[in-house]
Every structure is written in structure tokens, then in C-alpha cells.
């Protein structure tokens, strides 16, 4: 006769092999939860077949104080086409009324010096980029309320009046190396040697009694700093500055004397961006001419269904899918439901260009509402919590993958299992969808059913998602031979 514990431990064992022969993991990209297999019995699986078009991205692209600021110029893209990118900004000494130390009539000017704090870089390292400083005219002054659009330069033109200093041209990969001397024990800077004028102005001229008198009396005497750099070839990287980091500042080196002193002490004083005072304004400039993307846009009015998608971080591009006959599917019991995507690599640049030009860290899919103009979150399956979006949930974050032929592509899925349950038991509605790359963006968020009765504008962030202007992917769309964008369904049938 068996004991009591000998049958528990004989009941616990035939509880776990029929679990083991009822579940397992079904092989899917995101690869979460467990999945009856796919028997062809008790569990299938179907996949929708996806109508995908490209649109050129009009939405209003916005840098903020302490974002990462872009500076640089793209020539040699041959799907996206052509980038500039150019900052406006303003520098102050910390405190108004201002004086330099010492006394006026024994300062010599020595030296001005452009700092900028450099964060990292977009492309192609291996090319320079020659940077240019002018002066912003004070008739088009920034201003410190304005956030400027960044891909709307023509909205609030700025004008300059002249040249600070000579081009520089600086080797992106040396900038993070060291600088040490009296005055900076730093790394990740870029600096800039302006003309010797432009010291003698800043200390000898100006003064407390005329342009350092207040904010509003220097701004009338010098509108600013206009960075921009030459888009010849072979310019092909984006380099990213942050304003507010201390690294950033205008250093003038000069020399002073007290009365009756025999020898002459070298002294520094260093204006820098005010977030409460400062202006500032980062134009981001796309041009198509002459790339595969320009070709294949469709419009709202006019559809363009294509076998390739082009998805660049805004400002950029975006993409349209829809899902036909989605909502005819019958009530069953969907157990995973997932779209699936994959890059297209550029055979002919797929070692240089398509290499270093990487694909976005995020894409975003949501749901455009035409009639309010912003992005709704993805029913049910798209949510937001106190720590922010559940991307690495929802799906949406770059990895990369090995397939035959290639040994790096980027892919993005997504889950959908909530959204197309509700499709298929309430009738929910099957939305056009969006793909899209953002930075910062907004999107009208609704919690999951049952408390979906209420909207919310929540704000997205680069820190969630991308950084301005950096990434851009080609991937399949609903009709690629290859890399077929798709919505695999796992379900049983009630």
C-alpha cells in the first residue's frame, strides 16, 4: 500500500508533465508568456497581411533648454536624403549689472574662446566638420519664451550680421580627449577660437554702465551666437550639445594689473546659457531631393501602398498600416497577437553607411486622430504608469538579429494581443495604425478597458524614446517578398 506522502508526490509529478505537454514557449520575437503550442487541433495561428505607405512627418518638432542640441550637416544619405542642422543661442555672464574684475584702464584682452559641451555624434566619424560662428543680428533676437521649431526655421527667420572667427574644423573622433591647463581640466568639448576683436569688445567696450547694465541692454548690443557648419562633402554626422551643461560657456582670457603692481596676473571670466534668461533656437533642416524616400510619399487623399517603409526620428518620416479585415475575424481567445517587423538592409552601403547611420533606439506605434491632429496610444496594450510607457513590454525597442545573408538587421515588434481580443469579443475598432520614431512628442493616452472613459495628454521624452534627429531605418512593408511586415495571431477557437 502506498503511503499518503507517496501519492501527493505521485499526483504533484502527473500535475507538471501535463502542464509540460499542454504549454511551452512558442517562438515568438518579443518572447514573453507562455503559449499553448500551435497543434493545428486545440491552438492555431494565422497572420494578417498589412497595407503599409510613407508619409513626409509635418508634425511641429520642438528642442527644449535641456535637451541635447544637434549641430551638423548630412550629405551622403542615399535613402533619406540631405540634413543641416544649425544652433541659435544666447550666452550671459552670471549676473547683471556686470563689471570684469580688475581695473578697466590695466585689462588686456587676450583671448575669446567658444566652448561647447559634446555629448556624442550621428554618422559618419571618420569625416570632419568645419564650424562656423557669426554674429545674430540684433534686430532678430531670440527669444527666451519662444521654444523655437526646429523644423519651421522660415517661421521665425534669424539673421546674422558677420563672422566671429575663422572656420574651424574639428576630427569627431578626437573630442572627447582631455583639455588641461591653468583654467579647464575637461573632456567632450568643442572649442572655437573667436577673433580677437570679439575680446577686446566684451571686455575693453562693454562695461557696466552700457551693455552689461541688465539682460535686456546687452541683448540690444549683441544678439547672440549663430553655429552652423559647412554642408560640402563630405560632412556626414550630427554632433549633439547640451546648453545647460557647465561645459558650455564663452571664455575670455585677459590680462590685469592692480596700481603700482610690476607684474601682470592672466584671468578668465566665462559667460554661459541662462535657462530663465536665455534664448535659444535649433533648426533641423531635411531635403529629399534626389533620395529613395522622395519618390514614395503618399498623401491623406491619395494612398500608396509600398513594399518599403521609411521611418526616420522626427523631424523625419513615418509610415501608415492598416490591417485589413481584421475586424471580421470571429470571437475566440487570442492568446498572442504580434506585428512583426524587420529592416531592409542597403546592400550598397551595408558596411559604411548603413552601418553607422543606425536605426532608431524606439519606434512608437499609435493611432493618429485626423480630426483632433495628435497620437492616441494603441488600445489596451500601449500604457503609461508614474515610470513612463511600458515599451519594454509593448514592443518597440531596436534589437538586432542574424538571417541568412546578413549578420546584423534591426527589428521592431510590437504586442497586440489586448487590442485584437477586444477587435474580436466586443467589436472594439480596428484603427489605421502609425509607426513613427519620435523624440519629443505628446500622445492622448486612454487606460485599458474597462476605465477606458478617460484622456490624458501625456508628454514623451527623449529619455523614453530618441534623441532629435538620430536614427533612421528602412524596413519591409505589407507586400516585401522577404522582410514582409506582418500580424501573427496565436488563438483557440471557443
Known sequence: MHSTSTLRSIAILLIVFTAAACTRITSTELGRGLIPVVDGVNTFDTTFELVTDNFD?????????????????????????????????????????????GTKDSVVADSAVLILSYR????????PLTLSVEE??????????????????????????????????????????????????????????????????????????????????????????????ASSNPANALLYVNLLDTNTKLSLYYSSSTTGATTRDTNVVNFRFNAYLGGDANFITRSRG??????????????????????QVYPGTYARLRVPNLEKMNN????????????????????????????????????????????????????????????????????????????RIAGYNFELTRYVQGI??????????????????????TPAYPNNTVNQLYY??????NQVGQGRVRLGGGSHTRFRMRLRIVYSRL
Not at 519664451?145 to 519651421?152: C, L, S
Not at 557696466?208 to 544678439?223: P, V, W
Not at 514623451?460 to 524614446?465: A, D, E, I, N, R
Open 424 to 445: 474580436v469579443t466586443r467589436k472594439d475598432t480596428s484603427f489605421t495604425m502609425r509607426l513613427s520614431a519620435p523624440s519629443n512628442d505628446s500622445i492622448m493616452y
Open 332 to 407: 475566440r481567445i487570442i492568446h498572442r497577437a504580434e506585428l512583426i517587423t524587420e529592416q531592409v538592409p542597403d546592400d550598397a552601403n551595408l558596411l559604411t553607411i548603413d552601418r553607422y547611420m543606425e536605426a532608431p533606439q524606439v519606434l512608437l506605434l499609435s493611432i493618429y486622430d485626423s480630426v483632433n491632429k495628435f497620437n492616441r496610444n494603441i488600445p489596451n496594450d500601449y500604457s503609461i504608469s508614474a515610470s513612463g510607457p511600458n515599451t519594454f513590454t509593448f514592443g518597440g525597442y531596436r534589437f538586432y538579429k542574424t538571417v541568412p545573408g546578413y549578420d
Open 120 to 127: 556624442r555624434f550621428f554618422g559618419d566619424s571618420t569625416q
Open 290 to 311: 534626389g533620395s529613395e524616400v522622395a519618390s514614395r510619399f503618399a498623401t491623406a487623399t491619395t494612398p500608396r501602398p509600398d513594399s518599403l517603409l521609411y521611418i
Open 57 to 101: 512627418g509635418t508634425d511641429t518638432t520642438r528642442i527644449y533648454k535641456q535637451d541635447d542640441h544637434v549641430l551638423g550637416a548630412i550629405t551622403n544619405d542615399p535613402l533619406f536624403g540631405n540634413t543641416t542642422a544649425s544652433m541659435n543661442f544666447e550666452l550671459f555672464p552670471d549676473q547683471f549689472p556686470f563689471a570684469v574684475p
Open 460 to 465: 514623451l521624452t527623449p529619455s523614453y524614446h
Open 136 to 229: 545674430i543680428s540684433t534686430g532678430t533676437p531670440l527669444d527666451p519664451y519662444i521654444v523655437y521649431p526646429a523644423n519651421y526655421p522660415s517661421r521665425y527667420p534669424i539673421s546674422t550680421v558677420g563672422a566671429l572667427g575663422n572656420p574651424v574644423t574639428v576630427d569627431i573622433r578626437r573630442l572627447g580627449d582631455s583639455v588641461k591647463n591653468r583654467y579647464e581640466n575637461a573632456n567632450n568639448q568643442i572649442r572655437i577660437r573667436l577673433n580677437t576683436q570679439v575680446a577686446a569688445r566684451f571686455l575693453k567696450t562693454y562695461d557696466s554702465t552700457n551693455a552689461y547694465k541688465s539682460d535686456t541692454t546687452f541683448r540690444a548690443h549683441f544678439g547672440g551666437f549663430a553655429l552652423k557648419v
